[in-house]
């Protein structure tokens, strides 16, 4: 556990797009974002999950109501849009599938 009380796990899967974040948001609320994403995205990636496009975008659109959820910054606010957040956060849990895997 890091000093903010992020599960590395969960740090390295959160900190795919919160860099800087924390000044805006708060460390209580990127952590309660982290587990969120991080469970969320466990609950409903299925196997092979990197593979399905259908499963990719609705991991997208669950990632995205839970940045909106917290009022997370978009990464373009003329368009309101979480584009790379997303792209990250979807990145990490790819690099994390197995260790997942292998610890349920």
């Known amino acids: 556990m890091d000093g903010r009380g992020i599960y590395a796990r969960d740090s390295l899967l959160a900190g795919a797009g919160f860099r ?11 952590k309660q974002i982290a587990h969120e994403l991080v469970e969320s995205v466990r609950k409903n990636a299925s196997i092979d999950w990197q593979l399905k ?26 368009t309101g849009e979480y584009t790379v957040s997303v792209t990250k956060v979807l990145e990490q849990a790819e690099l994390l599938a197995d260790f997942w895997t292998k610890e349920e």
């Open 53 to 78: 496009e259908s499963v990719q975008a609705k991991l997208r659109v669950m990632v995205k109501r839970i940045l909106r959820k917290y009022k997370y910054p978009p990464d373009d606010p003329t």
């Open 20 to 30: 800087g974040a924390d000044a805006v948001l708060g460390d209580v609320t990127l």
